[in-house]
């Protein structure tokens, strides 16, 4: 069974542009949720998708958004971009809605701003 | 909202000694509380989770934790380490009153294993 899958894997982009990050999660899973790692800040939440809908949102600006597609695949926005968008962005899918199911997370795209 | 502290951003022992990785939550209602491992460059891997079922959870690897309400901790453990346990742990929790999967992670505990 394929595991998460994040495209690209890096990427480069200039202050001021937009970019466009997808995640295409396990099958069968309906949930899929995307975090930011910095050295700094650690792992953040950004959003949480379920069936199309999004279910959570994590306290970051509205330059970020996401949505969800009928196939459970995901995509994130970032526009804008600002130097501290510099991270990994993680995608992780779950096969239900629940506090205890088990968070299956990709490699994670690399996002650099210059 | 939930916090969670890893007391120690870097822990370096010696192959073959005991693992102690230290996590605290805040919260009045017990969590759900999980246990991640992250190789360089790649994602997260779930160690174990805590779900009340038993105090005492058995992760992959050999790493286990202990659930705590009283001093609310899930500390992680793991008897002899190897070499290839080196890398970034995290404690994290999901909310309470929270329908969704939504974790918040600690701050992370990089291992060092020495030869």
């Known amino acids: 069974k394929a595991g998460v899958t994040q495209t690209p894997r890096y990427l480069i982009k200039t202050r001021g542009q937009q970019v466009t990050l997808s995640c295409s999660p396990i099958?069968?899973?309906?949930?899929v949720s995307w975090y930011q790692q910095t050295p700094g800040q650690g792992l953040q939440f950004l959003f949480e998708y379920f069936s199309e809908t999004q279910r959570n949102k994590g306290n970051f600006p509205g330059r970020f958004s996401g949505r969800q597609f009928s196939n459970s695949r995901s995509e994130m926005n970032v526009s804008t971009l600002e130097l501290g968008d510099s991270a990994l962005y993680l995608c992780?899918?779950?096969?239900?809605?629940?506090?205890?199911?088990?968070?299956?997370f990709g490699q994670g795209t690399r996002l650099t701003v210059v | 909202a939930q916090s969670v502290t890893q007391l120690g951003s870097h822990v370096s022992v010696s192959e073959g000694a005991l693992v102690l990785l230290r996590c605290n939550y805040s919260?009045?209602?017990?969590?759900?509380l999980f246990w991640y491992v992250q190789y360089p460059n790649q994602g997260l891997q779930l160690l174990l989770k805590?779900?009340?079922?038993?105090?005492l959870v058995k992760g992959i690897n050999g790493f286990e934790a202990e659930f705590k309400k009283s001093e609310t901790s899930f500390h992680l453990t793991k008897p002899s380490a190897h070499m290839s346990d080196a890398a970034e742990y995290f404690c994290a929790v999901s909310e309470p009153h929270n329908a969704g999967n939504m974790l918040t992670f600690g701050g992370g505990t990089r291992l060092m294993v020495k030869p």
């Open positions: 805590y779900t009340s079922a038993a105090t």
């Open positions: 919260s009045s209602v017990p969590p759900y």
């Open positions: 992780a899918s779950s096969l239900e809605e629940g506090r205890n199911t088990e968070a299956f």
């Open positions: 099958s069968g899973h309906r949930s």
